[in-house]
């Protein structure tokens, strides 16, 4: 049993010793679709991230966002989102200087939204509508909303070795959050540097 242990104890310490940590920060362009791409617009923020790597295939950790996305034309409404996830990623060559990776992210996405208060014209939609409704307004009060909903983020991406420990890593990212009635669907387009404590 003590043989047991102490081979159990050693790999352990092999393992821990042999691991590699990620941090990460990234900028982000980020464009909704759907629904809430007919009300705002595309928008920008950024992320931290860390990363455990289980093997030099599998890594898993936690990422965080803030983005801003902007008012769309006349609609008069902004909307951020604040990403908290876990997330799994499989390195498919974790070797060289280049490493291509697809991953996962779970977690809570937390959506906040602003309507300003406005008087919308009809008119501006002559193309929909025509040109009998330009002298209708109608007025939208000011209103705020944050709900967290459930969500996940299918990923691909690379990195590129800079240094020994230094990396830039390019990746799309398409979230997907469940959110009451139809689902919103963002997808962002991130760039950043990754740093390998080990």
């Not at 242990?5 to 352990?12: G, R």
């Not at 690379?158 to 830039?168: D, I, M, S």
């Amino acid at each position: 049993m003590k043989k047991v242990i102490f081979v159990l104890v050693v790999a352990l310490s092999v393992t821990t010793a042999s691991a590699q940590i990620k941090l990460g920060a990234n900028a982000s362009l980020q464009v909704p679709t759907g629904n809430l791409g007919n009300m705002v617009d595309m928008g920008f923020g950024g992320g931290i991230s860390g990363e455990y790597l289980v093997t030099p295939n599998i890594g898993v950790g936690l990422n965080i966002g803030y983005y801003a996305l902007g008012e769309k034309d006349n609609m008069g409404m902004k909307c951020d989102f604040i990403p908290a996830a876990l997330n799994a990623k499989y390195y498919f060559i974790p070797e060289g200087s280049i490493k291509v990776y697809a991953g996962l992210d779970l977690g809570l996405y937390t959506l906040k939204t602003k309507m300003n208060g406005n008087d919308l014209g009809l008119g501006d939609f002559d193309d929909i509508l025509g040109d009998f409704f330009d002298n209708i307004d109608i007025n939208i009060p000011a209103s705020n909303s944050t709900k967290s909903n459930f969500g996940l983020a299918p990923v691909v991406g690379l990195q590129f070795g800079l240094t020994e420990k230094l990396a830039l890593d390019v990746n799309a990212k398409y979230n997907f959050i469940f959110t009451e009635g139809d689902a919103t669907d963002i997808i962002g387009f991130n760039v950043g540097l990754v740093y390998t404590l080990k």
